[in-house]
């Protein structure tokens, strides 16, 4: 990006910190607190496109390049959020809420997704931060994921989702099944021994990363301009903005319950709801803990009331909506500062692979409940099973799909 364009980015950016500062100190005097979903999103998709930390290529670069930076930046991320909920949880700020669970629908949606992710170009999250930096492909995959998603939630298929919902399984508590309640140990001290073992294993990494000999390390390499130009307008490794993205969780984990919604970071209903605002009437919108039913369930009684009994208003969460549609935001500001925020051609047939792609990666979303960043990065976090399963599934039909799609494999011997 020329000097004098990358100049005038910068300042748009101070622009939109001030912005984000008032925005949230807004939602502090009013108490409103699915406000700060906006500072949460951005910030969100900011970090994700700097460390360009999606799933699908996280999960792909292993089979593809034997590369784990990303999928040690998930990591990295899942264990700082997990230390984080702990503490918070020790302390009363927030209550934990892992997924009950349903086997089938984590099998079914994770081979769904994890296969549909790698036609679509990216995950859900994925598909959004790179959307916000141009890529025509993700635009595409965006537009068919809610499509995707609408079709398990109120289409045709919902029946089938609801016959995969009956498979269940519980804890000897009734509650859902976890990390904890099958060890028996305590989610504070297990959230202790993946951390000790993440710096353990991080410290191991480090020690065998040896300089070739001549050759400065990236951090002995000359650099223009200072420390925090160098911090907004370069790309970031994966496990830097993993930590980052794992603090951010733990004030999306307050924001979230704040507004009527007890679970961390998450962004497949926030597409679909997104969708909804344009496509849907009557909605109920979900902005607090004790949101009661909007104007839309609470009408005269005419034929608008009428036709609102025999189609029940959709709940929609507030806090998504902003969240979502802020980290696309965020992702165009870090990819515009960075240089690489462009809107590029792509061949037709990769972009409609892309949409049907988006289509499928949405079904298995909506089967499982959530996708990399609900399953994955808060659901892992929270020490779920149910996500561990869904996980794990997903990310073997990602590399089995990798083969066949992207290394034009075969299912021959």
């Known amino acids: 990006m020329p000097q004098r364009l990358q100049a005038h980015w910068k300042q748009v950016s101070v622009g939109a910190v001030i912005s984000l500062a008032g925005i949230t100190a807004c939602a502090v005097v009013t108490r409103k607190w699915f406000l700060t979903a906006i500072p949460i999103g951005f910030l969100f998709g900011f970090f994700l496109e700097k460390a360009d930390l999606c799933g699908a290529s996280a999960f792909s670069e292993v089979i593809l390049m034997r590369d784990w930076r990303k999928i040690q930046g998930l990591l990295v991320l899942i264990v700082v959020s997990m230390l984080g909920f702990a503490l918070m949880a020790r302390l009363g700020i927030v209550t934990l809420n892992p997924k009950p669970l349903e086997w089938a629908t984590m099998l079914v949606g994770g081979a769904v997704f994890g296969a549909g992710m790698v ?11 790179k959307s916000g930096a141009g890529n025509l492909n993700s635009m595409a995959a965006l537009v068919g994921i809610p499509i ?17 919902k009956h498979y269940t399984i519980k804890s000897a508590t009734g509650g859902p099944v976890t990390l904890p ?28 990363k040896k300089p070739i000999a001549g050759k400065p390390s990236p951090r ?33 984990y307050v924001s979230s319950a704040a507004s009527g ?4 970071l998450g962004v497949t209903h926030g597409v679909l709801y ?75 047939d990769e972009t409609l692979v892309a949409f049907f792609g988006g289509i499928i990666t949405g079904a298995g979303a909506g089967i499982a409940g959530y996708c990399v960043v609900g399953g994955i990065m808060s659901g892992w976090a929270l020490m779920s099973v149910a996500s561990l399963i869904f996980g794990v599934t997903a990310i073997m039909a990602n590399w089995v799909m990798t083969y066949l799609y992207l290394m034009g494999g075969t299912l021959r011997g």
């Open 119 to 129: 036609l679509a170009g990216g995950c859900i999250s994925g598909a959004l931060y």
């Open 148 to 164: 995707g998603i609408a079709l398990i939630e109120y289409g045709p298929l919902q029946g089938f989702h609801r016959f995969l």
């Open 181 to 208: 309640s099958l060890t028996g140990l305590s989610y504070g001290t297990l959230a202790v021994v993946f951390g000790a073992i993440t710096v353990a294993a991080a410290a191991i990494v480090s020690r065998r």
């Open 220 to 252: 002995e390499e000359p650099h223009a301009g200072g420390l925090l130009e160098r911090i907004i307008t370069r790309p970031w490794k994966p496990w830097q903005s993993g930590i980052l993205i794992g603090l951010l969780a733990c004030g999306g």
């Open 261 to 264: 919604r007890n679970y961390p």
């Open 274 to 348: 997104t969708q909804l605002l344009l496509t849907d009437y009557p909605l109920a919108y979900v902005c607090s803990p004790s949101t009661s039913p909007g104007p839309a369930q609470q009408q005269s009684p005419t034929g608008t009331q009428a036709a609102a009994k025999t189609q029940p208003a959709k709940k929609v969460s507030v806090w998504l909506i902003l969240e979502v549609v802020s980290l696309v935001i965020g992702a165009f500001f870090s990819a515009r500062l960075t240089g690489r925020g462009r809107l590029l051609p792509k061949p037709p």
